[in-house]
């Protein structure tokens, strides 16, 4: 009876433990949502991007985006509260704040989508009144997702179609393939934004507010594993 107990208590820890973990890295690796997912090659599209949260819990003060060279006429949609500028390659928008609990407001960008099918990207600096983080990295080698990931968006040859427009767990490595040679040319840009200009020049970068919270993930995990393992000497002392 008493061993059954023990096996009780160490489950529940290690779920509690695995729930929190889940939370947490959710809360620190979401992403700047574009919507649509899928626009039509040669055609003017509005897509509006969500920011997941804040930065570390503080709100949002500042999107900058970089446009690629492929994309023209690209202009930030009028936003109550904030103000929209498109100046060198950069879209921002600032002046406004969104509290870091808040994961679908829209702040959406017109353009007219590249001649050629194949997948865009909208690499962004996220600013908080406390912290920043930049959503700039294009994919893995192998396909997969970064973990900072910049917003990217497919363009279809034709009107997209329903699977084009619904979004899947993990892009496949065909259709993640990045159309520039490199994050540096990805992400270099000029914007009287000196904080952006600062972060999506640093090909890579992240802010201190992820680090800090994928070490909480990781003290969560440790503080898992000594439950158990106790959980499990005690078991082992109680046989004896």
Known sequence: MQKNRIAL??????????????????????????DPIAVEAGKS???????????DGSPTISLA???SASVTDAAPVDKAGWTGEAKD???????????ASID???????FTAPAEAGPIYFPVVQTCVKGAISW???????????????????????????????????????TMVATETSTADTVAATTSDSTAVSILTAAGGS??????????????????????????????????
Do not use: Q
Not at 151 to 166: F, K, N
Not at 225 to 234: T, Y
């Open 9 to 34: 208590r160490m489950s529940a820890a290690l779920a509690a433990c695995t729930a929190v973990t889940l939370m947490v890295s959710g809360v620190s690796y979401a992403h700047v949502e574009p």
């Open 45 to 55: 599209a509005t897509v509006g991007f969500a920011p997941g949260h804040g930065c």
């Open 136 to 174: 700039i990295d294009p994919p893995n080698a192998d396909g997969s997702e970064a973990e900072h990931a910049a917003p990217s968006i497919m363009v279809t040859a034709g009107p997209p179609t329903s699977a084009d427009l619904t979004p899947t767990e993990e892009e496949s490595a065909d």
């Open 104 to 110: 679908t407001e829209r702040f959406e960008i017109t």
């Open 89 to 99: 390659g950069v879209v921002t928008f600032s002046g406004g704040s969104l509290d």
């Open 65 to 67: 985006f970089k446009v």
């Open 207 to 240: 802010s201190d507010s992820d680090s800090s919270n994928t070490g909480l993930v990781v003290a969560i995990v440790a503080a898992g594993v000594v439950v158990v393992g106790g959980g499990a000497f005690a078991a082992s002392r109680r046989k004896k």
